[in-house]
């Protein structure tokens, strides 16, 4: 017979691994839009469908009995055309076979690039504001977090401090262009004066690339494939789910060469093992055709185009909008408060919800700068613009 207890049983207390870590801004603001009825243009995910023929596929795929594990490192078919297709775009050859994986997503990619790499007393720069996962990924792998800004109100990378912050203990440095929260795309000079700054170290490159064609005005994409320097370092993440508007399937891809990705994959198959094999048989025959990603960038211009041609009749100082879906606006001559109470404000006042660029960085940074995301159908839009005109 089992012991009787004579008092409540408790749970055993955790000393948290990420102690610092709550509920996120983009929790908060989406909660308070639903609650408000407001347009959420605070997350940056598509409100619009994609394209049937890619459903198509994926349909075809499981109905034809492709339901099984695939390989480890994706299928054969899927890294064969993105091999084909970064070496179109970027002038590159990555070996499909030992140098581009499938992931479940671009943020599980990043923390499997962390955990394979960074060891404890590791420090890994980051460049501020930058991407939510970033600084909780290093902290888990037990590296030191070493923050850099980038220039306020351009958000151009400042060299002089990352140069000054590379010490004999970096392993890595994270960019991501085209820049997620900015909207900011590194130069072909900026890239080469990266590639020369790494050049006599031993430092990593972790390349965040999932915005890659969503640049506008005619701009290239500099990837850092294009880079003989920067490529025989790093590991170059990019996404299905942000160039095929479906971020709901989670499914990205690392390139590296083959030492590192070798190291990836220890990690890769013990962290997710492999990835949705219906999926990847559907986009593996989806990319036959080039055009959907070829044609993005226009595509996204014009959705740009339109919310910054409504913004323009609004207090709102518009910030440059290079690339990604995001567009930024200085609240300054709108309101008085901060950031983050701006946007709860907003929010609740006026129905359209946005994100503060305080929450992109560690110290809570606040220029009187809030992010949009213009990844929405036209009506859409036009309902945010319509009640943002009150501005």
């Known amino acids: 017979m089992s012991a009787v207890l004579n008092s409540t049983p408790v749970t055993p207390a955790l000393q948290s ?8 801004i983009f929790t908060v603001m989406s909660a308070l839009a639903t609650e408000k009825g407001a347009v959420n243009l605070g997350q940056g995910f598509p409100d619009f469908g994609c394209d049937p023929k890619l459903l198509d596929a994926v349909n075809d795929a499981m109905r034809s009995g492709l339901n099984q594990y695939p390989p480890m490192t994706g299928i054969a078919p899927i890294r064969e055309a993105l091999a084909t297709k970064i070496e179109a775009l970027y002038g590159r050859r990555y070996d499909p076979v030992s140098e581009i994986t499938i992931t479940a997503g671009a943020t599980q990619a990043i923390l499997t690039i962390i955990l394979a790499i960074v060891h404890p007393g590791d420090e890994v720069i980051v460049l501020e504001p930058c991407y939510d996962s970033y600084v909780p990924n290093i902290e888990l792998a037990g590296g030191t977090v070493v923050r850099v800004p980038l220039t306020p109100g351009t958000f151009r990378p400042d060299f002089d401090k990352i140069t000054a912050a590379l010490t004999p203990k970096t392993r890595a440095i994270i960019i991501n262009s085209p820049h997620n929260p900015s909207g ?7 890239m080469l004066q990266l590639q020369e700054m790494l050049a006599p170290t031993n430092v990593l490159l972790i390349s965040d ?9 005619g701009q290239p994409h500099w990837s850092a494939a294009c880079f003989e320097g920067l490529a025989a370092r790093a590991f170059i993440v990019s996404s299905f789910g942000k160039t095929y508007h479906v971020t709901g399937w989670k499914v990205g891809m690392v390139a590296a060469p083959a030492s590192l990705s070798a190291e990836f994959r220890k990690v890769h198959q013990f962290n997710v093992f492999t990835v949705n094999t219906p999926v990847q048989h559907g986009l593996a025959k989806y990319m036959a ?17 339109l919310f910054r041609a409504g913004l323009a009749n609004t207090r709102f100082k518009l910030l440059p909008g290079q690339g990604t879906y995001f567009q930024c606006v200085d609240i300054s001559e709108v309101s008085d408060l901060n950031e983050a109470d701006f946007c709860m404000w907003l929010t609740t006042e006026i129905g359209v919800a946005a994100i503060p660029l305080s929450a992109f960085y560690g110290n809570g940074f606040d220029q009187r700068v809030v992010r949009f995301c213009f990844a929405k159908q036209d009506a859409t839009l036009n309902t945010a613009l319509e009640r943002l005109a009150k501005l």
């Open 209 to 217: 690339e999932v915005y890659e064609h969503m640049v506008f005005d």
């Open 17 to 24: 691994r990420l102690p610092n870590v709550g509920t996120t």
């Open 289 to 305: 055709d080039p055009a959907p990603y070829k044609e993005l960038p226009a595509f996204y211009a014009r959705k740009r185009d």
């Open 184 to 190: 900011m795309v590194w130069s072909r000079e900026e």
